[in-house]
C-alpha cells in the first residue's frame, strides 16, 4: 500500500491560552509548517502531520447608539474592539471582522456580510424592544451567535427571550464581566469546529437512529461521518514497521505503567502498531475522530483510544456514535477528554458506579499530568491489553450523553470512591448524584430507546460543566436534560 502522509504539508498552528496546547496544535490554524504530534517517536511513519482546522472568522456587529442618555460611553467600543483583538490571539484560530454599527449601517446590508463568516458576536451598546426585527435579521442566517448585552444597556433585555422559542442558535449573555466572553467565544469555536470534523466510523455504528444517519448528522452539526472497512485497518496496521511499533510501545506504554499484570511485551507492541495504524488512516482522512464496532477484535482498540484522548482527539469504543460526537463538543469546547463508561446505579450510597476497559490518562486535558495506570487485559475475554487508570477521588464530574442529536444529558457529581472489582472492566469509580432512585427510575429521562450499549453508555468528564453544557446548547441548538434531577 502506497503511503503518501509522510510528504503532505499541513499548516503549523498556535497553542491556545485558553486551552490544551496539543489539542490547540492539532486544530487551530497558525502559520505554515508542519503540525508536529510532540509523543512521536522520531521514526514514526506518520510524524508531525496530524490535520488542522483553518482560522474561525468571527463576524463582529454593535448594536445602538453611544453618548447621551441611557447609552454606553463613546470610548467603549474602541476598548471592546481591543479587547476582542487580545481574545483571538489568546484563543488561537479565531478572527474577529466586521464591526460595523447598526445604526448607522442597515441591519439587510451588514447581514450579507454576516453570512459569509463562521459565526457572529452581536455587541449590543444600547436600545429598546424596537431593536429585536433588527437582531432578527442577523440571527437570520443561520450562524452560532453571542449576544452580549451590558447591565444599563437599555430594556430591550426583556425580548432577548423571543430567540429561544424561535429555536435560534443564540447565546444571550448579560453579564458586566468582559471576560465572560473568553470562554463563550471559545464555546462557538467548538460549534465551528464541529462543522469541519470528520469521523472515521469502523464497522457498523451503535447509537441512536438519527446519530447513525450521516445525513442527519451533517445537516444538524456539520460534521462528516467517514465509513471505513476494518480490512483497510488492518492493511495499514500490517504495513507499519514493527521497530517503529516497539519504539512507540516503549516511549508511552511500558515505561510509563505504574504496573503491567496479565499482558505480555508483544501483545502491548502490537497495541502501539495499531495505534500508528490508526493515526496513519486519521491523517490521510484528515479525521478529527474515530469510532470502531471491532475494537474488541485483535488487535484491541484499547490502547489506541486512550492515546488519542490523552492528545486532544477522540477515539471511542464500540461504534458508539452518540458518544463520539459528545466527546468531540468537549474536547473542542472545554479542552477535555471523555471516559466510556458502562454504569451501574447503588442507591445505598446515592451514587453511580462507571467503568470501562479504556480510559484516557490525561484527564485533565492534553497539558495535564498522566494519571497513574496499570496495563491489565480486557476483563470481558480475558485478553489483549486495556487501560486501568486511578482516578482521583473527590474530583468534580460531569456525567453526559448526546442523544438523538437534539437533546444532552447530564449528570453532575463528584468522585467518591475508587474499586478494582472483578466483576467489572479495569477502569472503576463512583460518582456522586443528585438522587440515585430518581436516576434509576429514570434513567435516560425518556429522551430515547435503543439496543443495550445505546441505552447504557454515557460518557464522563473531569469538570463541572452544567453551566457550560446549557451555553453550548443554546449555540449548537440542543437542549440539556439532567438525569436524575428535579422532576
Request: glycine share 10%; with cysteine; net charge positive.
Amino acid at each position: 500500500m502506497t503511503d503518501p502522509i509522510n510528504r503532505r504539508n499541513f499548516l503549523k498552528i498556535t497553542a491556545t491560552a485558553a486551552g490544551g496546547t496539543v489539542l490547540a496544535a492539532h486544530l487551530a490554524a497558525g502559520t505554515s509548517g508542519a503540525a508536529e504530534d510532540p509523543t512521536s517517536v522520531p521514526g514514526s511513519p506518520t510524524r508531525d502531520v496530524w490535520p488542522t482546522f483553518p482560522p474561525v472568522k468571527i463576524h463582529k456587529v454593535f448594536i445602538g447608539r453611544t453618548g447621551g442618555y441611557m447609552a454606553r460611553p463613546t470610548e467603549e467600543k474602541a476598548k471592546l474592539e481591543k479587547y476582542l483583538d487580545e481574545l483571538g490571539k489568546k484563543l488561537g484560530g479565531v478572527e474577529f471582522i466586521g464591526g460595523e454599527t447598526i445604526p448607522p449601517d442597515g441591519a439587510h446590508e451588514v447581514a450579507a456580510k454576516v453570512a459569509k463568516a463562521d459565526g457572529l458576536l452581536v455587541i449590543y451598546l444600547s436600545g429598546h424592544g424596537g431593536d429585536t426585527p433588527v437582531l432578527g435579521k442577523l440571527f437570520d442566517t443561520g450562524l452560532p451567535a453571542v449576544l452580549f448585552f451590558q447591565p444599563f444597556g437599555g430594556h430591550g433585555w426583556m425580548y432577548f427571550q423571543d430567540w429561544r422559542k424561535q429555536g435560534k442558535k443564540v447565546l444571550v449573555m448579560s453579564t458586566s464581566d468582559w471576560s465572560d466572553l473568553d470562554r463563550t467565544i471559545a464555546l462557538m469555536r467548538a460549534a465551528i469546529w464541529m462543522k469541519q470534523t470528520r469521523i472515521l466510523c469502523i464497522g457498523g455504528l451503535n447509537g441512536t437512529a438519527a446519530a447513525r444517519d450521516g445525513g442527519q448528522v451533517r445537516k444538524k452539526l456539520g460534521a462528516e461521518l467517514v465509513p471505513v472497512d476494518n480490512k483497510k485497518v488492518l492493511e495499514v496496521f500490517q504495513s507499519i514497521d514493527p521497530k517503529a511499533a516497539e519504539a512507540e510501545a516503549e516511549q508511552y506504554w511500558l515505561t510509563q505503567a505504574k504496573q503491567i499484570v496479565e499482558p505480555k511485551r508483544p501483545e502491548i507492541i502490537d497495541s502501539a502498531r495499531y495505534y500508528l495504524a490508526v493515526k496513519a488512516l486519521m491523517i490521510r482522512e484528515k479525521a478529527q475522530a474515530i469510532t470502531s464496532s471491532h475494537c474488541m477484535g485483535n488487535p484491541r482498540g484499547c490502547l489506541t483510544f486512550s492515546k488519542l484522548n490523552d492528545l486532544g482527539l477522540v477515539g471511542a469504543c464500540e461504534g458508539d456514535i452518540d458518544s463520539t460526537l459528545t466527546m468531540l463538543m468537549f474536547a473542542y469546547a472545554f479542552r477535555i477528554p471523555g471516559f466510556i463508561s458502562d454504569p451501574v446505579i447503588d442507591t445505598s450510597k446515592n451514587a453511580m458506579i462507571h467503568f470501562h476497559c479504556t480510559s484516557a490518562t490525561k484527564m485533565d486535558g492534553p497539558d495535564g499530568k498522566r494519571l497513574p495506570f496499570i496495563l491489565r487485559n480486557q476483563t470481558d475475554t480475558g485478553g489483549g491489553v486495556a487501560v486501568q487508570a486511578e482516578n482521583r477521588i473527590g474530583q468534580p464530574v460531569t456525567c453526559a450523553k448526546l442523544v438523538n442529536l437534539d437533546t444532552m444529558l447530564i449528570c453532575p457529581g463528584k468522585i467518591i470512591e475508587t474499586s478494582t472489582s472483578p466483576l467489572a472492566c479495569r477502569t472503576q469509580f463512583t460518582q456522586s448524584v443528585r438522587d440515585a432512585r430518581r436516576l434509576l427510575l429514570n434513567w435516560s429521562a425518556g429522551a430515547f430507546e435503543g439496543c443495550i450499549m445505546t441505552m447504557l453508555h454515557r460518557v464522563v468528564f473531569y469538570g463541572d460543566y452544567a453551566k457550560g453544557v446549557q451555553e453550548l446548547g443554546d449555540l449548537m441548538g440542543f437542549k440539556v436534560v439532567e438525569e436524575g434531577g428535579p422532576a
